[in-house]
């Protein structure tokens, strides 16, 4: 009752803010399609900077795979030369927004606005379901307006929707690459507050502070839900409007501000070892006492991510040369896994996707997958995110033995490789 009262009154919130008139003036009047277009209706101080520009992000995913990804989910297009090449193309830029306002529900619609009044489309966010085409932003269907927070100097916006509030694997996707796209534009400095989807766990806490992110610059989203301020900067989604795709360069600026000599260490940690979801109420493993003991046998460990700190996190897979987990956001601490370790993502069958893989691929490891049956597959996102899973044991004891006997093995792993090489 503790966790649903606070949705129950979220909902019932945004219910009445799209239905009762009050300050409609805050109400966006019309849209800059692009970042280019508004800096140059607003070209004194407006500035646009460009990082990687029309960037085309592909994964060739393999055909099994491919033809077991969840129907719901959205993909932004198939490659023309391969139908089992996932493609999508974002420009990626930083813009400023002199005498900006943001406004979000911080769930799905977040809405960056220029001094006349204006949506910046390319940098504002609305979340879509759907396969259609990109939706008009909810902030022209809101008719409730609180006055917005004032907040004197520059804000950094790094909102991405809701599924960062509390996950790991978004927080990780999502909202850092936001912060690693400021700093490589060089205007980090320049900051003086960070508005953020949620300011509550400790690898929140621990993440930005380790990218220099004083607490007393932070503005948490669950709180604030419109402001302005001197000056606006906001960037775009990581993931461009709706794509699965996991572009490279975050796995590159992942490694690069984290695999640092500051954050790795020198004490042990296990080779192999294996996420538990025993303390997760979201797809349960029904079965996971065999799946441990199964591993057991092959001297895995068996883990509860949610216990470690994010440095423990970086640490623990930045060593671990064989990472068994059904698919779950802690395998978002993949970006910092060793390149010669392996992987095996465990799905049920109405939640397969490919955000593992991607990340597994673009730091170089060798991935494995093993698809468990549902009798009942989940037919909607909503569903497949709740999905639980029954691992094969026989099936998965044929992947381990694979992963184990195929080379590059855990005992071949050099020891002693430093971080500099993973960079």
Known sequence: ???????????????????????????????????????????????????????????????SLYQALSAYKVYDGDAADDPCTLAVTTHYQVVKVPNGRIFTDNVGTIAVISADNKLINDVSFQYNPSKGPDPVNAVFKQKYFKEPVYYKGTVFTALTGGGAVNNYGHWLIDVLPRIFLLKESGLFNTVDWFVLPNY????????????????????????VHHLQADTIIASTAPRGKRSFLIPDWVTTLHRKYFLTEEILDDKPSPAMIYISRKD???RIVTNEDSVIN????????????????????????????????????????????????????????????THYYNMAKSVGMNYYYLICKHPSPATTSKEGEREDITVDIDKLKQKVQEMLSTGPNASDIIPGLTFRMYL
């Open 294 to 353: 199964v591993l057991k046998a092959d001297g895995f460990e068996t883990i509860l991510s949610s216990k470690l700190s994010f440095k423990e996190k970086i640490n623990l897979f930045y060593k671990a040369k064989v990472i068994v987990s059904a698919s779950s956001a802690g395998l978002g601490s993949l970006f910092y896994a060793n390149p010669q370790a392996k992987v095996l993502e465990i799905f049920s069958q109405g939640f397969v996707h």
């Open 200 to 223: 509550a766990h400790d690898y929140h806490k621990d993440s930005l502070k380790m990218l220099g992110i004083d607490e007393h610059k932070i503005i948490n989203g669950q709180l």
């Open 1 to 63: 009752m503790t966790k649903l009262l606070p949705k129950i009154t979220n909902r019932l919130t945004r219910l009445m803010e799209q239905t009762i008139p009050y300050n409609l003036r805050y109400r966006p009047t019309g849209t800059y399609c692009t970042s280019e277009e508004f800096c140059k209706a607003n070209s004194t101080d407006a500035r646009c900077i460009s990082l990687y520009p029309e960037l085309t992000t592909k994964l060739k995913v393999p055909e």
């Open 280 to 282: 997760s109420n979201l």
